[in-house]
């Protein structure tokens, strides 16, 4: 969290917490990388906490570490995993192809964005806030292209807790960027994942659901 390393280690326990708990409500194969959401944001949450630890404690070599790490989480794994993950449990046909389209999109992000981490370092600073020094990372047409992949997917999606999610998403990236534009990744992804609640939501209310859906049909 971009707060304090007691925060981040709350979230991240709590959230890993729930996590198990979604995987638990998953019924079928192609659910569980969208049930993971939650406890892969409480993992990111914990790296976080050890990444607060490292200035607190003066800790170069742990510094260095939790930056790339929660960088390639944040920069890296969710433009491509989070329209890979809706697509997965979408249904209805031409939604599924439109979630392709971001999932392109969303493997090109994490390619581009990949390359800049291996070929140009990341810095960590405390500025109120955790800051990650790289520019490149927040060029306006990258940017748009990220939120495509990892909010604007959710929108095609056919659940409307995953719509839920893709909107208030967006909604808190601009609530971020607001609060304090140089330290917004770090503040978005708290948010993000205490917004991955949502998810938990959607298993545990979309399976008490199903069996008066498969009756009425009946």
């Known amino acids: 969290m ?92 031409w939604r599924k192809k439109a979630i392709w389209a971001f999932r392109v999109i969303g493997i090109a992000v994490g390619l581009y964005l990949l390359y800049w981490i291996v070929r140009f370092p990341v810095t960590s600073e405390v500025d109120e806030h955790i800051v990650y020094v790289s520019p490149h990372f927040i060029k306006v047409p990258m940017m748009m292209l990220y939120l495509a992949a990892t909010c604007v997917s959710c929108f095609f999606s056919s659940h409307k807790l995953i719509n839920l999610f893709g909107v208030l998403a967006l909604l808190l990236f601009m609530v971020a960027y607001w609060v304090h534009s140089v330290a ?24 008490e659901r199903a069996p008066d859906l498969m009756r009425h049909r009946a």
């Open 2 to 93: 971009c707060f304090s390393a007691t925060a981040s280690f709350i979230a991240g326990v709590s959230l890993s917490a729930i996590g198990v708990l979604t995987l638990k409500k998953a019924e079928r194969k192609a659910e569980i990388p969208f049930a993971m959401i939650p406890l892969l944001f409480g993992i990111q949450q914990i790296i976080e906490g050890m990444l607060w630890l490292s200035f607190r404690f003066d800790a170069p070599l742990l510094n260095v570490t939790m930056t790339y790490a929660f960088t390639l989480f944040s920069h890296v794994l969710w433009p491509m995993y989070v329209p890979f993950a809706i697509g997965l449990v979408e249904t209805v046909a």
């Open 184 to 207: 917004f990744f770090s503040i978005w992804c708290f948010f993000a994942a205490i917004l991955s609640v949502v998810i938990y939501l959607h298993f545990k209310f979309g399976n």
